[in-house]
């Protein structure tokens, strides 16, 4: 509007969004060329790796901007922006590994699969730095458009084609939302700038009385909420987690809800360097981008919903993957919970707005790291190519492959919150502690007693993993493909010399080394918190 | 005696006493299956090197302020304990969480119990392991019970405190679900849960008071650090009901029977023995001791329910018909008169509590032995097939009377000293309410001396039942090994009881000067 047309782009802070989208085609490049497997699999690893690095690189130069209007600027690559950009990189390559036997079984098609998910880590590494709404919105569907395709990317079975339609119909559904609630917002305040939204909101009419933006508030955060699979605007998410390849649920409960509360955090609190951006006088506190006062109801009781909701039905749950999906709707109550804080003045403090947007993503850090490790034991205890299975499936699997089960439980105990998975006991230390510190103790109390209603089932899991092997299992491998789905029993399920169980098919080493990772990173930082509250504090 | 963040012999010794059994869980999980033999001695030795590193914590103790026998007034400006040896390192500052652990009189004879106990019942795996024996994993998980244990009766950082308390849960469902009875998968998972309940209590109770004061270093936050009172109440509401899961206090402990009769013969020594001293350790030093003005205002509502526990526990225990199940339910009378004592915030009401604390450990790890002793031979528990123990097995019942004598609290042996000051410190607190307690907690004393006898006249007396004349009535020397230190230790204490009394003083009177 005001700017001049001719302006210069930063290309610097645009680096990882480039290194990422160039990814993309790099992928599709060399399956077209090349048309080898591994080919595609290098030129990813190469992309996702020069993306996080670019990542990081960028955001320990200092804050850059660029595609500003005045003060305003669309794309801010803030140490927020670096973090989420390398946190998206690393969850790709993370997920690839797990899609090794996948691809390698023919299950997809290597070069679309890589080329859909590198797409989606572009979108994720821009929506890290997106500094207006529209760029938001973008960059967020531009993460979860590749996911429709990618759960229903498998060549047998129908039921991919019915998780993907949900996850379609309920996330197009979503943006909608997002979107109307945006340009009501645009409508009250002329402005979509994270950075300038606040102010704009905050000079207008106060927000009791200005229907249109409170109504406009209301529809983003409740949009961003289906992408966060938060109670009520959950149901796609365990259909769709059990009916994608266990690596896209994977993906889905790691990474694009990270992308859910990294938007969510944007519009909810501060947005990415929004301090510096307006630099308003010393002393008076920077006005989040939507008003607190309206948000803040809203996500105190989609939190208490979310992680009660998730944990009680979760309690019922036969299926592994549907188990594990129930489960991450419950932690993105727990991920949400900070933010309900703001519910109450007390809350609204720019000290406690940060404690409570800091402790939000320390918690989502905990928490991808461990879901990802979960996910993984799951692909690496499974068949290669079959789905979650029935909770009944995994009976003795600690037995069988000590070191795997071991992983599994630790991941299921940190999720649960309980030494030795000190991660996630961290995770939640951190997040009672913030709403404490917010004046907030009803909401604590309720995070803590929902820890409990959580332990069932996870506890659950872990004694099935430990219990002794069924008979049926060691008579040997007829058992064995009676068991597995019938889409797994294709050339996939080779049977094991060892004859050991029925699923006693040795995990790809990527697999293998991905869950090592990702079990490795989440004792360090359960031992070391220090790290990720610090991070998370950027 | 330790400047912050300087390390001396002490602060190695208190490292050491929470490291050893860690270690040897590790090295334990390293061990092929195939010696588990070779590995059960292992984890043996490293229990065994625990105990003497925690029993020579109390070097150095005599020329320190809270020392063992040197009771000297609290110097003004210095309240809250005063440890013989400190260890304080940074762990995560974001948290205000540091690795601070230290020892006085209060934790002491805990800690010495704890890795006495843990010892005795590796001793005793590696005579005989329970089914479906894997005795390692067994060894193992014992050892890391044993750490979050001695971990929460050093920490001195409250959210060290937590985590140390936190730790104890998973392996304890483990040990009861995979070795325990025919009902131990709903028994381990009421445990789990039900203490689960607890300790999230305890941590919102926790940060609420490290929120509030801005600390979390139980030394500066014993005697209140000048928290609002309405802060001291909520957060001892929290913490005491936190607490009262773990010790349990009626009506929160309806854990404990399942857990404790399910349980293999080690759980449940470990389980009554010390898991439970968790909770009124907890309630001496971080509920009464961080919000002494919500302890204040609560005292008697602490006090009804721990009478309450005690008559509940003793009438429920009059119509028990299994030996296991008895024992277990005689737990919630002791830690009752443990609670009563406590709930007068008396220094004899405190003393007594920590002395029957460890006494209740002592005798209640005995009688759990023993159980264990008669159940693996006459394959039954049921108090009605047990008749005439004494004709078949005289020294057998003769032990078992003895502990059952002791734990009714006949004056000479160690549960006397316990319950007989609790009642004497609610009668000293005066006023309608605390004598009608002192009353009532002295008539569940009566009837634990009647639910007692009837066991005895059920088990031991008699003509003898098919079951135990069959039964071997040969003790083996592992057996005998793992009872004699608590026979020991039931007459020591008995005849002696200045040995804990003596250590505890002067912490108890610097604590109450420090809530005053």
Not at chain 2, 14 to 20: D, F, M
Request: glycine share 12%.
């Amino acid at each position: 509007m005001v700017g001049d047309v001719s302006q210069t782009v930063d290309n610097v802070a645009l680096l990882p969004a480039y290194l990422a989208a160039g990814t993309a085609v790099l992928v599709l490049l060399a399956d077209l060329a090349v048309a080898r497997r591994g080919a595609t699999l290098g030129a990813f690893v190469a992309g996702a790796a020069a993306t996080g690095l670019a990542a990081v690189l960028v955001g320990l130069d200092g804050v850059r901007r660029t595609f500003c209007v005045g003060t305003a600027c669309s794309y801010q690559a803030t140490g927020r922006a670096a973090l989420v950009g390398c946190l998206f990189a690393l969850l790709s390559l993370g997920v690839l590994a797990l899609s090794v036997p996948l691809l390698r079984a023919g299950e997809v098609p290597a070069g679309e699969y890589c080329f859909l998910l590198a797409c989606s880590m572009t979108g994720g590494v821009v929506l890290g730095a997106a500094g207006d709404l529209i760029t938001l919105v973008v960059a967020l569907e531009t993460l979860t458009l590749p996911l429709y395709v990618l759960v229903g990317l498998r060549r047998r079975g129908v039921a991919g084609a019915e998780a993907a339609l949900t996850f379609f119909v309920v996330s197009v559904v979503a943006t909608a939302v997002t979107l109307l609630g945006a340009a009501l917002l645009y409508a009250a305040t002329g402005v979509v700038h994270l950075s300038a939204l606040g102010t704009a909101l905050a000079a207008g009419p106060s927000p009791r009385e200005s229907p249109l933006a409170v109504v406009g508030a209301v529809l983003v955060v409740c949009g961003l909420a289906f992408k966060v699979a938060a109670v009520p605007f959950h149901a796609w998410a365990p259909a769709t987690y059990d009916g994608a390849p266990v690596p896209v649920a994977a993906y889905l409960s790691t990474a694009s809800k990270l992308g859910g509360v990294v938007a969510l955090l944007a519009v909810v609190g501060a947005g990415p360097g929004a301090a510096a951006a307006s630099a308003p006088p010393a002393g008076s506190a920077t006005p989040t981008p939507l008003p607190a006062e309206v948000t803040g109801p809203v996500l105190a009781v989609v939190a208490v919903l979310t992680m009660t909701v998730g944990n009680l039905v979760a309690l019922r749950q036969r299926r592994m993957v549907r188990l594990l999906a129930w489960s991450s709707v419950a932690q993105a109550g727990y991920v949400l919970a900070p933010l309900g804080a703001l519910a109450l003045p007390a809350g609204r403090s720019p000290e406690a707005l940060d404690t409570a947007v800091a402790a939000a993503v320390a918690y989502t850090i905990f928490f991808v790291l461990l879901e990802l490790a979960a996910f993984a034991a799951v692909v690496a205890l499974r068949p290669v190519a079959a789905d979650g299975g029935e909770i009944t499936d995994y009976q003795g699997a600690a037995r069988r492959r000590p070191w795997i089960g071991a992983a599994l439980v630790l991941a299921l105990v940190g999720l649960a919150g309980l030494p030795p998975g000190l991660a996630g006991l961290f995770a939640k230390v951190v997040v009672v502690r913030s709403l404490l510190a917010g004046d907030a103790g009803w909401l604590a109390v309720v995070v803590a007693l929902n820890a409990v209603v959580g332990l069932a089932y996870y506890v659950r899991v872990a004694a099935v993993l430990y219990a002794p092997e069924p008979a049926a299992s060691r008579a040997g491998d007829e058992a064995a493909a009676s068991t597995t789905p019938p889409e797994a029993a294709g050339p996939a399920a080779r049977p094991d010399g060892s004859g050991s169980g029925p699923a006693a098919v040795r995990p790809a080493w990527a697999v293998v080394t991905a869950l090592a990772v990702a079990t490795v990173l989440a004792i360090v930082v359960g031992f070391a918190p220090q790290l990720v509250l610090s991070v998370s504090a950027m | 005696m330790t400047g912050l963040g300087g390390v001396d012999l002490g602060g190695v010794g208190l490292a050491a006493t929470v490291g050893l059994p860690a270690l040897g869980a590790l090295t334990l999980a390293l061990f092929p299956a195939r010696l588990d033999r070779a590995a059960r001695i292992t984890g043996t030795v490293f229990a065994a090197a625990t105990l003497v590193v925690g029993a020579l914590l109390a070097v150095g103790a005599a020329d320190h302020a809270g020392g063992w026998s040197a009771h000297r007034p609290a110097p003004v400006g210095a309240p809250g304990p005063r440890p013989w040896h400190e260890l304080d390192l940074a762990w995560v500052p974001g948290l205000d969480l540091r690795f601070h652990l230290g020892v006085d009189g209060v934790s002491y004879p805990l800690v010495v119990l704890t890795a006495l106990l843990t010892l005795l019942c590796c001793g005793h795996l590696l005579w005989r392991v329970p089914a479906p024996g894997r005795g390692r994993t067994l060894v193992a998980l014992l050892l890391v019970v044993e750490v979050g244990i001695l971990g929460t009766f050093l920490a001195l950082d409250l959210v060290l405190f937590f985590l140390f308390f936190e730790v104890v849960l998973l392996p304890t469902y483990a040990v009861i679900a995979v070795w325990g009875g025919e009902d131990r998968r709903r028994a381990a998972r009421k445990f789990a849960l039900y203490t689960l309940f607890g300790s999230v209590l305890l941590l919102v109770g926790v940060l609420t008071v490290t929120t509030a004061a801005g600390t979390a270093d139980l030394v500066a936050l014993t005697g209140g650090a000048g928290l609002p009172r309405g802060t001291q109440l909520a957060a001892f509401t929290l913490l005491a009901i936190a607490f009262a899961v773990k010790s349990p206090l009626w009506p929160l402990h309806t854990w404990l029977p399942d857990a404790h009769t399910q349980a293999p013969t080690v759980g449940s020594v470990i389980l009554a023995g010390v898991l439970l001293k968790m909770g009124t350790y907890g309630l001496i030093r971080v509920a009464v001791g961080v919000a002494p003005e919500g302890a204040r205002r609560a005292a008697a509502v602490l006090g009804i329910l721990a009478v309450a526990a005690i008559l509940v526990g003793s009438l429920v225990c009059l119509a028990q018909t299994e030996l296991k199940r008895l024992i277990a339910y005689s737990s919630v009378g002791h830690m009752g008169f443990v609670l009563l004592g406590i709930a007068t915030l008396s220094a004899t009401g405190l003393q007594a509590a920590l002395i029957g604390n460890v006494a209740h450990g002592v005798i209640t790890g005995l009688l759990f032995f023993l159980a264990g002793a008669v159940k693996d031979r006459a394959h039954t528990g049921d108090l009605a097939d047990l008749g005439g123990l004494r004709e078949s097995a005289p020294r057998l019942a003769g032990l078992l009377g003895f502990a059952a004598v002791a734990s009714l609290g006949l004056p000479g042996l160690a549960g006397f000293w316990g319950e007989a000051f609790a009642v004497v410190a609610a009668w000293q607190r005066g006023g309608p309410l605390w004598t009608t307690l002192a009353g009532l907690a002295a008539c569940g004393g009566a009837l634990t001396a009647a639910y007692l006898l009837r066991l005895l006249r059920r088990v031991t007396h008699g003509p003898a039942s098919p079951a135990v004349l069959t039964l071997t009535p040969r003790l083996a020397g592992a057996e005998l090994a793992a009872w004699a230190p608590l026979v020991l230790l039931t007459l020591v204490l008995g005849l002696a009881p200045a040995l804990v009394l003596g250590v505890t003083e002067a912490p108890v009177g610097a604590l109450l000067e420090a809530i005053r």
